[in-house]
Every structure is written in C-alpha cells, then in structure tokens.
DNA sequence: TTGACAACTTACTAACTAGTAAGTTAAGAT
DNA sequence: ATCTTAACTTACTAGTTAGTAAGTTGTCAA
C-alpha cells in the first residue's frame, strides 16, 4: 500500500491550507486516519521530511497544471482566465498552500524554506512566460514590466482565498474581473 | 509603569508580524523583556487577551493613518501612493500582521476571529472610500467595481511583502506602478 | 510607620508536541 | 514451512506550551 504515503501527504496538504506548517501536528494526520501517531512515523521520520513531500507534491501538480493551460488549443487570455480558475479552484476551502507556507516562513526548517522560495520563483516564472506571450499578442502592453504584473497577479490570486475564508464572501469573480483588466491595456 | 503592557502588545505585534499568533509564545516576550513568563501572564491572563489588545492596536494605528492620510492637502492620486507607502513601511522586516491573522484564522480564538474579521472589513472599507473619492473624480473609470479593486489593491500590497520576505527581493516599487497602473484608467 | 497596591518571581500543573524503541501482524516470495 | 518485509501498535522520552497559586519587592499615600 504505497497508497498510504501519498494519502499523508494528501492530508498534510489539507492541513497546511487550513492551518499552516507550525499548526499541524501528526496526531492530526493520525487521528484522520485511524492509525497511531508512530505509524505516520514510520513513513515520514521527521516533519519536515513530510513537509519537503508535501512541497515536492505541491511543485508537481503546479507544473502540469501549468503545462496543461499552455498547451490549450484557446486564445492566450483564455489561458490566462482558465489558469486563474484552476489555481483558485484546488485550494477547496482553504487557501493558497504556498502562500501558507510562505507566512510561516520563519517557522519552517531551512530544507523546507528552500523548498518555498523555489516553488513561489516557479509559480512566478511560470505565469511570467504565460504573460510575456499575452505581451508578444499585444494584449498586454509593451510598457508594461512582466515581472511586476505577474506578482499583482499572484498576490490578487492568494488574496482572494484568504479573503474569501475570513469574510465569508466569495469575491473571486470580481477579483477575476480585476485582474484581466489589469493585464488587459 | 502602565508602560509595560503597551511594550508586551508592541512585542506581540512585531512577533505577529515574523512568525504568527500560532509559532509565537509567552516565552518569547518574557525572554525578550527580562521577565518570567509569569509576569506576561500578569499583565494578560490568557493568550487571547494579548491578541485582542494586539488587534486593537492594529485597529487604532490603521485608523489614524487613514485619518491623517485623507486630510492630506494632495491631490487623491498622491493619497492612494502615500497609504501604500505607509502601510508598507509599517511592517518592517515582517509581513503585513492583519494577513498573518487572516492565514491562521482557524487556529485563532473566537473572539480574536471576529476582531480580524472586523479589523479586515475595516481596512477594507477605509480603502473602498479613497478609491471611490478617485472615481468622482474621475482618475478611476465609471465601470469599475470599487470594492474589487479594493480587494486588488490590498491583496497586492499584502503580497508584495509575503514575496518580500522570502524571495529576499524587494519588488514593493514595482508592485507599486501596478496598482497605480491598475487604478488609473 | 503602616498599609495598600502594582509588578513582579518562584515553583509548579496539565496538556500537548515531535520523536523513538521494541514488539506485532499479515502477505508474498523462496 | 520459513523468511522477509512493509505496515503497523504499544509504550514510552524529552521538550515545550499555556496557565496557576502563592509568595516577594518597591513605591507611594495616609
């Protein structure tokens, strides 16, 4: 039952979107799975060995996520509308797992801090590519600073989560609205 | 010395703003001030006292800056750049401490949840007022929903600090030309 | 000088945390 | 039939946490 593994880590995920890295604890994972806190144990010795699985997964689903909306045969703004949906749509209830790990940054074990600053330099590069081709279509404006934009772009996203979660408003449509108005001219 | 419990709520504050109201502990302030753990205790019974009277100050400290802020005599584009740069200025090395309350909403006591929920509300409708003064007077255009941008703007300023901190790159005067890029027109 | 009070300290407790050591079970291979 | 191995369990340790109870010190007013 390799199973298992990827069901911690699965449920670490969870965790970390709802709580966050220091507020976890593997008596949580334990419990959801009917199992004792020494078994999770047995599978990830140390939490920041589940934590830097838990990055790697994250990492994954972000890269074929990514490829998936670029190889769509759709306009570029299409691209962009559908990756915004999809990055929103797989935090669930909870919020950006990234930016969770991000606010506990100066909590997590340096191997795991690494781990945070290559995935958010890869999410960031990521919608800069996709940026840079809307750039190319003339969609977005030659003035315009890629690399900025794809940081507004990202906070609004992870924003709109969090805001979403503590004010019980579900703002993601007009966040949307925000930012393709933002890309556009 | 009435001086003490503003020095703890301060100490707090700052710790809030590094690692969260989860990771941060007694320890760490009685430490930092020379004292027991069981002074702090003195001062405030339960953690969630400490963390009401941290909100509190947020609260006050916000509310000011927004008064002082408005009564500028500078046109309303030169306000919205002046409240940016404030409120990034006020969190230092860390991040923005309403959204590191906001990331452990549900670890948070009750009482702390709702004042961060009011404390956001609050930010965020100081913000709706600007920008709606920026669309009378025509700097922001007619169509544009008022609250979203808020949303945007905040959510943009909020996470320039998050990637402030972990890219080890400061992007907040880039970040900066796309909200105003995002405001006019 | 006495007494009241704020601001502490010392010395705990109860609960929870990550992490470990040693033993158990079930299934599949030789 | 026996051996191996993965996947556990039981039963701990050691450290940290929030929180408490009771006693101490210094200041200031009557």
Redesign the interface.
Known sequence: MENRKTQIIELALDLIR???Y??FSYDDISKQLGVTKASIHYHFERKEDLAVAVTDRIHQTLKSLMQSVKNEDVPTEEKIKNLINKQLKLSGKG?CPI??L??????IPEVVQLR??EL??FELTGWMELLGQAQVEGIVKSF??I???A??V???I???L??K???EKD?TP??M???V??VK?
Chains 1, 2 share one sequence.
């Open positions: 709802e709580k966050g220091v507020a919020i930016s969770s991000q606010t506990d940054f100066e909590s945070v600053r958010s330099q315009v600073d690399e900025a934009l940081y507004a990202l906070s609004c992870k924003g709109s969090q805001y979660r503590v004010l703002i007009q966040i609205e925000q930012i108005r933002m001219r």
